[in-house]
């Protein structure tokens, strides 16, 4: 992970471990948000008006946060509304580039993402990550939080054309937090806490706690089709983003390796379900997801050889 640091890219860690050998993610530092009158939202400022065409959205198909919002664009049905472009797979010592992508920067036209948060903040010092809601109105960062970026996506547009559809109803808030809290630190970071563990107790502490909350999720599942029964909520793709790279990646190149996905009947049966679901499974990049985990984290898999399996039939 790099950082930019007085406008200079610095290819290096910064905060990524605490004195026990912890991984800890930095907070998102750009938390505006848009809503249906460019009122101010939960944070930030406001001006941040939904309009077609004035936002592009900046995603890498590698990154689960990242994936969260191209989720809930097509969820949504914004792919006429909100632009896209993606970074390349790979992070090297630029960090994430548009170099060789699908999908080219037709926002900004810049060659790598750091480009993006000094377009938007001159000096800013900080983390560079994905995924980037920029709006090309203002010419600055809307906001890098995917949770964050999720809800504007599930509510603020659904008077100019969104599709219909609450992954957020007010009836189920507190649950669906309740929930989220829990598999956010356990699961969606508990993976990256124990992969990047540098010593044996970190590691130990984290795949336990990580592997409790995958026992719990499937009993969970038991009787259920959803987290919250018969409702598909904001929870369910929160942790379907984990589920789908956790027996391609997280299992090998996080050791996260008590069991796999494919080892638990309800999880499994629920993800597959959930990668069925209209226009899902076009979200997710297998070549991606194994491409960058496995050549990026070279601290990791120094050899940067990327595994032909495992087979997962959806």
Request: glycine share 6%.
């Amino acid at each position: 992970m790099g950082y930019l640091f007085e406008g200079k890219w610095i290819d290096k860690k910064i905060g990524s471990q605490n004195r026990k050998g912890e991984f800890v993610r930095q907070d998102a530092q750009f938390r505006n948000w848009i809503t249906a009158d460019g009122s101010p939202g939960a944070s930030g400022d406001g001006g941040f008006e939904a309009e077609p065409d004035r936002y592009h959205l900046y995603f890498s198909h590698a990154c689960p946060w990242a994936h969260r919002t191209l989720i809930f664009r097509t969820l949504k049905g914004l792919e006429k509304i909100i632009s896209i472009s993606d970074v390349h797979w790979f992070y090297g010592k630029n960090g994430w580039t548009f170099e060789n992508t699908e999908i080219t920067d037709s926002a900004n036209n810049a060659n790598h993402l750091h480009e993006i948060y000094t377009a938007s903040e001159t000096k800013y010092t900080g983390v560079v990550s994905v995924p980037v809601l920029w709006d090309k109105s203002k010419k600055v960062i809307v906001s890098n939080e995917s949770s964050e970026i999720i809800r504007m996506f599930n509510s603020s547009f659904d008077h100019i054309g969104a599709r219909r559809g609450d992954y957020y109803p007010k009836n189920l808030k507190n649950e669906i937090d309740a929930i989220n809290d829990r598999i956010y630190s356990t699961l969606n970071n508990g993976v990256y806490r124990t992969g990047f563990s540098t010593t044996q107790d970190a590691y130990e502490r984290a795949v336990t706690t990580l592997f409790d909350t995958l026992d719990w999720l499937e009993e969970r599942l038991k009787n259920q089709r959803y987290l919250l029964g018969n409702d598909l909520t904001e929870a369910d793709w929160r942790l379907f983003t984990t589920l789908v790279r956790f027996d391609c990646v997280y299992v090998g190149h996080f050791k996260c390796n008590i069991r796999r996905i494919a080892d638990y009947k309800n999880l499994s049966y629920y993800m597959k379900n959930l990668y069925k679901e209209p226009g899902i499974s076009k979200t997710v990049r297998f070549d991606h997801i194994k491409n960058h985990y496995y050549a990026s984290h070279k601290e990791i898999n120094p050899t940067q050889i990327i595994p032909v399996g495992p087979d997962i039939e959806f």
